[in-house]
């Protein structure tokens, strides 16, 4: 368990840096996902091959997969958009509602009673982001956007929880980063005429796209995607949601090393983490006391 623990805190340091790499990258939020998902269903497709998986499924299983894609892109396209809108550091700070969404979503879609130190505990996070955002009015936008984000993420990741109970890690990945390339490949007609400003689609890479590219596909999405699916097994739902609060924190660390002075942290930073850190580690202690053993259902985790 410890194990599968420390693995999941890699995983989240992951996902704090690719903030980072959509700041890095050039090519805007739905171009950025469509290259990211296409390069990660590539290099899924050669794992299964390569491990000689079975990755033919029913019809009706591979449009639900893929529909589950669609929202994963829609997520990734919103957290993108937010780092551009804002700085690293409210973007990821908005991330942290995470654990609230999914405290209200999974009684929804797991028919499960609402547990109120959930929601006790998603709330303290929310104090915590007002804390650590400290936003100014120009990057309120930016963090409305991140919240949103936030509550795709949870969405995906209930609905995976039970996905996982049918498909392997590896297969339920390639379908998901398929079904993310297919829905903006879908959506961009639409997404030229009425998004760019009559610039059309800017899909060719600039400089050191290409570098950062291949960490945000091979790095942060098919190893951390595939990995964190994999976890869902053995951690619950909103254990692993609420430990990835702690992306923020990583994130925005590292924001600091990447960008300097760019990325201003106030003392609310400060208070804001503590309140995160605080909320993630009290958890296991507020189940135990609780007796809140579910084995029945298997969690999920955003990316």
């Known amino acids: 368990m410890l194990k599968d623990y420390l693995k999941l805190h890699f995983i989240v340091l992951l996902w704090g840096f690719t903030a980072i790499l959509g700041k890095l990258l050039t090519v805007p939020p739905v171009e950025l996902v469509f290259w990211r998902t296409l390069l990660a269903s590539a290099g899924l497709a050669l794992l299964l091959v390569a491990r000689r998986a079975v990755w033919r499924i029913p019809a009706g299983q591979v ?4 529909a589950v894609g669609s929202l994963v892109a829609a997520h990734w396209i919103t957290f993108f958009l937010a780092a551009r809108l804002s700085s690293v550091s409210v973007c990821l700070a908005g991330l942290a509602t995470l654990a609230l969404w999914t405290s209200l979503l999974e009684p929804l879609l797991l028919w499960r009673r609402v547990r109120g130190y959930e929601v006790g505990l998603g709330v303290i996070t929310m104090v915590g982001l007002y804390l650590v955002s400290q936003a100014e009015l120009d990057q309120l936008l930016g963090l409305g956007v991140a919240v949103l984000s936030a509550g795709l993420s949870a969405l995906f990741s209930v609905l995976n929880s039970k996905l996982i109970k049918t498909h392997p890690p ?3 990945t390639f379908y998901e980063m398929l079904g ?8 961009f007609p639409i997404y030229s005429h009425f998004f760019t ?3 059309g689609l800017q899909l060719a890479w600039h400089g050191y796209d290409w570098l950062w590219l291949g960490l945000l596909a091979g790095v942060c999405t098919v190893y951390a995607f595939s990995t964190s699916v994999e976890l869902m097994k053995r951690l619950s ?3 692993v949601n609420l430990t990835t609060n702690l992306e923020p924190v990583y994130g925005i660390g590292l924001a600091v090393l990447v960008f300097g002075s760019k990325e201003r942290m106030a003392t609310g930073f400060y208070l804001g983490t503590l309140l995160i850190v605080f909320s993630v580690l009290i958890h296991p202690l507020v189940a135990r006391l609780m007796k809140d053993k579910n084995p029945e259902h298997t969690p999920s985790i955003p990316v």
């Open 63 to 66: 449009v639900r997969l893929l």
């Open 170 to 172: 590896l297969r339920l």
């Open 180 to 187: 993310a390339c297919l829905s903006i490949a879908l959506f």
């Open 197 to 199: 400003q009559g610039e």
């Open 237 to 239: 739902p909103f254990a």
